[in-house]
């Protein structure tokens, strides 16, 4: 029997680009290295996948980090870079990001219902401002592979513990296929997403674009 299977039952209400803001919680250097769910590249990759996917996707984003001041250290800075006009709310201390009125105020100002979130480390950063917004009426999915922590027990428990309290557990190959539905809209700029972000992808990408090219000759 899955660990995973929950008795509460959550409907397929899919993610809607127009409804939906994307929460980059504790990506902070120092916590870096407590990542150990999945080796160190893959994790960098897919949080930057998950940040491609949000600019692509033109949704707003909002970071915040815990005590950066700490051994925490500061938010990693190619999504810094991205998302240079985003709401930047640096925590003197709350745990749980949605204790802090700034980050709150934020989430609400945009006005959307529906509410990405990855961050470092699952079970805390991640789980606890998740748990918060269900009970606030938000509609959570988790971008798992954009989220990690010290080991496969830790994350599993807050998968579950998550799960349980109505949040949706995605990938970001998932998240970026739900906000897209169809593949005629912007089929070059989308295919073009996938080669950059998907290495698994990209010979597809390379081979639909030989024929493409082949066939207008």
């Known amino acids: 029997m899955s660990i995973f299977k ?5 409907g397929y209400n899919r993610l809607n680009k127009d409804d939906a803001v994307v929460l980059f919680v504790d990506h902070q250097s120092g916590l870096l290295s407590l990542c150990r769910d999945m080796p160190a590249a893959d994790f960098k990759n897919n ?9 692509y996707f033109d949704l ?6 815990s005590f950066e001041q700490g051994p925490n250290g500061p938010m990693i ?3 810094k870079e991205m998302f ?3 709401p930047y709310i640096a925590r003197p201390g709350q745990i749980n990001a949605w204790d802090n009125k700034d980050f709150v105020k934020a989430v609400k100002d945009t006005g959307r219902k529906q509410i990405i979130i990855a961050g470092i480390v699952t079970e805390v950063c991640v789980a606890f401002p998740a748990l918060s917004a269900l009970a606030e ?17 830790a994350r ?9 309290s109505g949040a949706q557990l995605i990938n970001w190959f998932a998240m970026m296929n739900e906000l897209r539905r169809d593949w005629r809209e912007d089929m070059e700029g989308y295919t073009n997403l996938f080669h950059e972000i998907c290495p ?15 066939s207008k000759k």
Do not use: C, H
Request: without cysteine.
């Open 6 to 10: 929950s008795e509460s039952k959550v």
């Open 137 to 153: 009426g938000y509609e959570v999915f988790v971008v798992t592979d954009a989220s990690g922590t010290t080991n496969d027990m």
């Open 156 to 164: 599993n428990a807050a998968w579950l513990r998550m799960q349980q």
């Open 84 to 86: 240079s006009d985003a």
């Open 60 to 65: 707003p984003a909002i970071m915040t980090t």
């Open 200 to 214: 698994e992808y990209a010979p597809l990408i390379d081979s639909y674009n030989a024929l493409s090219k082949g």
């Open 77 to 79: 800075p190619e999504l």
């Open 47 to 55: 949080v930057m996948a998950m940040a491609k996917i949000t600019d």
